[in-house]
Each structure stands twice: as structure tokens, then as C-alpha cells.
């Protein structure tokens, strides 16, 4: 049992026994009433979100980045980053180096009722992978993006591992293929509203169709069921 399709091809390199293989996507739990904590967020417009561990190949770097390129456009594009972890200084500093203070917001690790305030601020989940296959570090699926979607918040993700799988290309998300895409994907869906509301319910739907918890807990109970 793997939770995307890429992982069970990375398992058919090394198993003859690819039939016996069966994919779930993890799941994510139904979304509850929305209790406003402790953070000072605004409702700047555009905001982003990455919502992960603090790493290098999570691609927080390349999101800045972007952030300055694109706030002489919009001056007050707002940027939300969730999570620790020991990039942590180094995102601190590009922060500065950038002038991105006013900004940028850190707000480290948030509790589930923040999560959702946060998501309930968010235009836009963005977390662009780097490829680290090389290093045997992986991204199987990507369950931050199906919590995102939940809220109607499409994703703009990087074509590696198993994120296809959890962002569908100009159906719930958009992914880049290389890191120069990604200022023009956030301009895509921060100009063009209709396609980000389109994206957005698409995901909405499909997380709240085939990736609720419930639904994959019948699932494995089948699998289970089966072997036995």
C-alpha cells in the first residue's frame, strides 16, 4: 500500500509484484467551524501560503524571490509561511535582503484552529518542490495542498514525485515544470480571478469527494479485507 502512483513506480524498480501494490491518497479530516487565534494576519490581497517544514527543498527561497520580483506590481502581496525547521535563519535573512519585511510573515508552528484562520486568509497555497530524488528525499504526495483545497484555495506546486497526483495540472492548481515559471503562475492566478475561483472549487470538490478521511478509511478497511 503506497499513497501515490509515483511511489508505486519507484517500488516496481525493485519488486516484480506491482499488482500486489495498491494506491491511497492519504486523506484529510472534514473541515469545522473556523475560530480566529492569535496571529496578526491582514487581508492584504494577493496572500500566499506555504505551509510546510522549513527546509531546503521545500523551495521557500525561490518563493521570495518571486514575492520581490512581483511586489512592484503588487505592493502589498502578502506572504504567509507555516512551519520551523533549519532553514529557518536563512529565510530570515533573504527576508532582509529582499526588504520583504512588511511582507512576508513567519508565524512557525500553528495549532489546527490557527490552520484554519490561516486558510481562511489565503488566496493562494504555494509550496514549488525542488527534486531531491538524488538524495533519496521524495515527495510522495503533498497532503497541504488537499488541507488547502478544502478551503477552496488552489495550489501552484512543482512537477516532481507525487504532486501531479495531488495538485491536477489547470484542474485544481497549476504545476511548474522549472523554477522560472513560477512569478508567471502566481500572476496567472492572481490577475485572472474567475480561473483561481474555477481551480479553487475544483479542488474543493475533489477534496471533499475522494479525499475526505471517511472515504479512504473504506479504503484500506477493503484492502484489508482482502489480504485476509
Do not use: C
Request: proline share 3%; no cysteine; hydrophobic share 35%.
Amino acid at each position: 500500500m503506497v499513497n501515490s502512483s509515483y511511489t508505486k513506480n519507484l517500488l516496481s524498480k525493485i519488486s516484480e509484484n506491482l499488482k500486489k501494490i495498491e494506491v491511497i491518497y492519504p486523506g484529510v479530516k472534514s473541515t469545522k467551524n473556523i475560530i480566529e487565534q492569535a496571529i496578526d494576519l491582514d487581508d492584504s490581497y494577493p496572500t500566499l501560503l506555504t505551509l510546510a517544514r522549513l527546509e531546503k527543498r521545500k523551495g521557500h527561497s525561490y518563493i521570495l524571490k518571486s514575492i520581490f520580483n512581483l511586489k512592484k506590481i503588487y505592493p502589498d502581496i502578502q506572504y504567509i509561511i507555516a512551519g520551523e525547521g533549519d532553514q529557518l535563519e536563512n529565510i530570515k535573512k533573504e527576508i532582509k535582503n529582499y526588504n520583504l519585511e512588511s511582507n512576508v510573515k513567519l508565524v512557525g508552528t500553528i495549532n489546527e484552529n490557527q490552520k484554519k484562520f490561516i486558510f481562511s486568509k489565503t488566496d493562494i497555497m504555494i509550496m514549488p518542490t525542488i527534486d531531491e530524488t538524488h538524495a533519496n528525499s521524495i515527495e510522495g504526495f503533498g497532503i497541504a495542498y488537499i488541507e488547502a483545497a478544502q478551503y477552496g484555495i488552489p495550489s501552484i506546486a512543482s512537477n516532481v514525485g507525487g504532486t501531479p497526483e495531488a495538485v491536477l495540472h489547470n484542474k485544481t492548481g497549476l504545476i511548474i515544470n522549472n523554477f522560472n515559471e513560477l512569478d508567471e503562475s502566481i500572476k496567472n492566478l492572481v490577475e485572472n480571478k474567475q480561473n483561481r475561483i474555477e481551480l479553487g472549487q475544483n479542488a474543493k470538490n475533489r477534496a471533499e469527494n475522494e479525499l475526505i478521511w471517511e472515504k479512504q478509511v473504506v479504503k484500506y478497511n477493503k484492502l484489508i479485507d482482502d489480504i485476509q
